[in-house]
Nanobody, 130 residues
Framework: VQLVESGGGLVQSGGSLTLSCVVS????????VGWFRQAPGNSGDEREG???????????YYVDSVKGRFTISRDNARNTAFLQMNNLKPEDSGVYYC?????????????????????WGEGTPVTVSS
């Protein structure tokens, strides 16, 4: 099982980025998926769920700080999840990880209980300059 994120980089405030998470070893279509952010200076235990999708409920969840700016999606044929990030702000900076739980729960639960994730990628860094 492998999750590989890409698409991060340096962008000016107000800019956009699209993150990708390519999954191998299982069919992403069968599971929920979440995007998590580790802010600069924080440890791995302080990853915040920013956007998550529930396979069980076919719904998405967004943390308040990204609502209206971020969109989670996936392409099942490519076994890939995406996070479209628009109107980026300096506080969006950090390392972004995708993760998959093997249990089936709500999108909000996927995002708010990072320890419930079974598989993690290595992350892709995002830096938003002011």
């Amino acid at each position: 099982v492998q999750l590989v994120e890409s698409g991060g980089g340096l962008v000016q405030s107000g800019g956009s980025l699209t993150l990708s998470c390519v999954v191998s070893g299982f069919s992403l279509e069968r599971y929920s998926v979440g995007w998590f952010r580790q802010a600069p200076g924080n440890s791995g235990d302080e990853r915040e769920g920013v956007s998550c999708y529930s396979k069980r409920d076919n719904e998405s969840y967004y943390v308040d700080s990204v609502k209206g700016r971020f969109t989670i999606s996936r392409d099942n044929a490519r076994n890939t999840a995406f996070l479209q990030m628009n109107n980026l702000k300096p506080e969006d900076s950090g390392v972004y990880y995708c993760a998959v739980p093997t249990t089936h729960t709500s999108a909000r639960a996927v995002c708010t209980v990072p320890r419930g994730m079974d598989y993690w990628g290595e992350g892709t860094p995002v830096t938003v300059s002011s």
